[in-house]
């Protein structure tokens, strides 16, 4: 019995007891916690959902299965009722109406909370409800251990706030050392109230030291339809790898026929794993591929490697396999080019760059693959090549420039040898902030050492020349304050000459072992050099007229409009070329033009074009419109034009993609890229998106020419992406995101 002076007050609600309200008359027994003052009372709420926007959908990110790792051990507990009672000898009290306990970082919520200082325990009824940092749990009855750290929750409802995560459970038990245990435990990540997808378990264990938890008999659902079951496994809770299968990935395509891959990983170090992905294509057989990746402080490569033992699609039958080695040392980049089909390119590569210079070291080799390709067209192999930058800006306003580099070219059947090309220079970059003056002068020395030069036609085992470059670039800048419908705005206007000298020096009797001629476009205005290589430098005496205007809005500073125009007027004829090109005796070159316009928010019209005054026509041209909107709205429409002078590369194409919503839950998806001179599709695909807050499925169809020979291959791509859990199926946001602009 308790005594009547420990009798709790009258209920007041909402208030809160005090240390006086509850307090025994002397000598009667001490609380056994501490009372929050009425003063300090903090207001909560009891509810699991508050402060959780359930209208903001959750990210495709993996999740915690984190509920709640257990008490807080050794801190000190507050309470807050409507009422406390306290046995006669101080070491039990009952908490009644709107019980609000902390304990630590954790808090409780109850109708009834029950507190035995012996032995440490806390148990709770009615409306139980557990807020701690990662997460909340509620339930109808609760017990807490605090010395053990362990606790049992009955008919549980528990949110993750920061995945966006809920799901229910008949038990959940916390047993200490980071460990807990659920019965009957289901997961989703969509809303209250809706149960698109479910993942249940008869039994969940939770290591939290290890990040491991071990689901059995689990089943995953999507609209009430069972899609998957495991009697047993085993996953990471957290961001530490774990060995184990991966979700596997499908498709079908004309091609290939059924395509199936299940890759399993191996986690191996913190700092190297590998991956083993088998796949079978059901038109051509099984193929095995993996890939092992090495990091550490300051380097990281990747190994791959797949084979098909027995290509059944294969003209000439047997094994077909293919690897790659890339390796990685403080700021290397991974991309490794291929030059065509028809060659595949072997590489290795080192760079290392400081403040003002850099270095580059690499092994570069071809295999032709197209066996009816002749050797003679594979590009030649660089064995090694070494190359060093050097600019370096000085306090007496020179600008000092170094390029250099050496290679040993070889090819089979071919002129092979060594190439030294060194170009060091000096520059005076005057700049005000009304235009810019830069004069540089460039030497440049090239010498070759050959072997069987006869091949290629030249008689001089040693050819080598020296040549200097001036170029004199400046610019001004001009800008008004005006208005275009009332919106104040400043426009520029920004007129440029290039000017550059390079004497005729005869370079007949030199190799040609890596240099093409460039293509003329905008940036040829303003080149150096109109080959790309050193193994020809383009003789010049010309001038380049450029001028553009920018409108800006004068609030912002943002551009709405930029035109530009330039021509390069030549004063002499082009004597230097390659083997076989005609000398180029043309006044002016063609003629460039450019436009943009940001007409409104998301929308930019772009149009590039080059006009041949000789030949009235245009040699390049490139039309776009593009839009992306905030609500996932995009659409891209282009036309591009291409007039090559063997008309082997002519170009003549469009190209329209979309992603366009059609109401709150579904999206189309499309791409038709058409080419003119075939009068046929290269490319089309038509998809659709449909789903919710917590899923998305998308599906696509999509045809395409594949190869040189103009095949068509058909192809359909599935994925069911379940936010929170993963994606089934193919990887159709990397297939939507190379071939539609804007595509979120």
């Keep these: 019995p308790t005594p009547p002076a420990a009798a709790a007050p009258e209920p007041r609600a909402p208030a809160v007891a005090t240390p006086a309200a509850a307090a025994s008359p002397e000598p009667g027994p001490s609380v056994p916690f501490t009372l929050s003052d009425a003063d300090d009372a903090v207001s909560t709420t009891r509810d699991i959902d508050a402060g959780i926007d359930w209208s903001q959908c959750a990210g495709p990110r993996p999740v915690s299965a984190t509920v709640m790792a257990g008490a807080s051990q050794g801190a000190e507990l507050v309470a807050d009722a409507d009422a406390v009672v306290m046995d006669e000898t101080g070491q039990a009290a009952t908490l009644r109406g709107n019980v609000h306990l902390t304990d630590g970082t954790q808090e409780l919520f109850a109708d009834q909370v029950t507190y035995e200082r012996a032995t440490d325990v806390i148990t709770a ?17 609760a017990a807490f251990e605090r010395r053990t750290d362990h606790a049992r929750i009955e008919q549980v409802e528990y949110r993750i706030p920061s995945a966006r995560g809920r799901g229910t459970a008949d038990v959940a038990e916390f047993l200490g050392n980071a460990q ?42 999507f ?62 057989g099984l193929m095995l591929g993996g890939e092992a990746r090495l990091l550490t402080d300051h380097y990281r490569s990747e190994l791959f490697g797949e084979i098909i ?130 004069p540089k002068v460039q030497a440049r020395y090239t010498a070759y050492r050959l072997d069987d030069q006869e091949v290629a036609g030249l008689t001089d085992a040693s050819p080598d020349r020296l040549l200097g470059i001036f170029s004199l670039d400046g610019g001004l800048y001009f800008d008004r304050n005006t208005e275009w ?30 240099t093409t001629a460039l293509d003329f476009n905008a940036g040829s205005l303003f080149r150096d050099n109109r080959f790309n290589g050193p193994d020809r430098q383009g003789d010049a005496n010309q001038l380049t007229l450029y001028v553009g205007s920018s409108t800006l809005a004068d609030a912002t500073g943002a551009e709405v409009l930029r035109v530009g125009a330039g021509q390069i007027l030549y004063f002499a004829d082009r004597e230097v070329t390659l083997p076989g090109a005609a000398v180029e005796d043309d006044a002016t070159s063609s003629l460039v033009g450019d436009i943009a316009v940001y007409p409104a928010a998301g929308w930019e019209l772009r149009a590039i074009a080059e006009w041949n005054p000789h030949d009235s026509l245009f040699e390049q041209a490139l039309a776009e419109a593009r839009y992306r909107g905030r609500d996932g709205r995009a659409l891209y429409a282009s036309y591009r034009l291409r007039d090559a002078p063997a008309d082997v590369n002519d170009v003549d194409q469009t190209d329209l993609a979309f992603v366009w919503p059609i109401g709150d839950r579904t999206r189309v998806i499309g791409r038709w890229n058409y080419s003119l001179i075939k009068r046929e599709s290269l490319e ?36 069911l992406e379940l936010y929170g859990l993963g994606q089934l199926g193919n990887d159709i946001d990397e297939f939507l995101k190379e071939r539609i602009y804007g595509y979120r």
């Design 223 to 284: 609209k009430n339809v069972p899609i998957g079951y495991l009697p047993t496994f085993t996953f990471p809770i957290d961001d530490r790898r774990r060995s184990g299968f991966l979700l596997p990935s499908g498709g079908y395509s004309s091609k290939n026929g059924l395509d199936l891959k299940v890759p399993y990983y191996f986690n191996l170090a913190p700092n190297y794993d590998a991956t083993f992905a088998p796949r079978y294509l059901s038109k051509r």
């Design 485 to 514: 419908f009332g919106t104040a705005l400043r426009q520029t206007l920004e007129p440029r000459l290039y000017y550059l000298y390079v004497p005729d020096v005869d370079q007949d009797d030199l190799p040609v072992f890596d």
């Design 180 to 221: 807990s245990r659920y019965e009957n435990i289901t997961f989703t990540t969509c809303r209250p109230g809706n149960e698109d997808w479910l993942l249940s378990a008869g039994t969940l264990e939770v290591d939290h030291a290890e990040g491991l938890a071990t689901a059995d008999n689990a089943v995953l659902e």
């Design 684 to 719: 089309s695909a038509f998809g659709i998106e449909y789903g919710e807050c917590c899923w998305r499925t998308r599906a696509i169809v999509q045809q395409y020419v594949d190869g040189a020979d103009d095949d068509k291959n058909l192809a359909f791509l599935l994925q």
């Design 125 to 141: 009824a009615g409306d139980v409800l557990v807020r701690r940092p990662e997460g909340r749990i509620a339930g109808q009855r």
């Design 309 to 438: 033992p027995n290509d059944r699609e294969f003209e000439e039958g047997g094994a077909r396999g293919a690897g790659a080695l890339r390796a990685a040392a403080l700021d290397f980049g991974s991309n490794l080019s291929t030059t065509s089909i028809t060659h595949l390119e072997r590489a290795g590569e080192l760079r290392y760059r400081g403040d003002d210079w850099g270095l580059l070291g690499r092994l570069q080799y071809y295999q032709t693959v197209d066996r009816a390709t002749a050797t003679a067209n594979r590009p030649y192999a660089r064995l090694p090549q070494l190359a060093f930058t050097f600019d370096r800006p000085s306090t007496t306003g020179l600008r000092y420039l170094a390029d250099g580099e050496y290679v040993y070219f070889h090819r089979k059947d071919s002129t092979v040898g060594h190439r030294v090309d060194v170009k060091p220079g000096v520059s005076l970059p005057l700049r005000q902030v009304w235009g810019f003056l830069e």
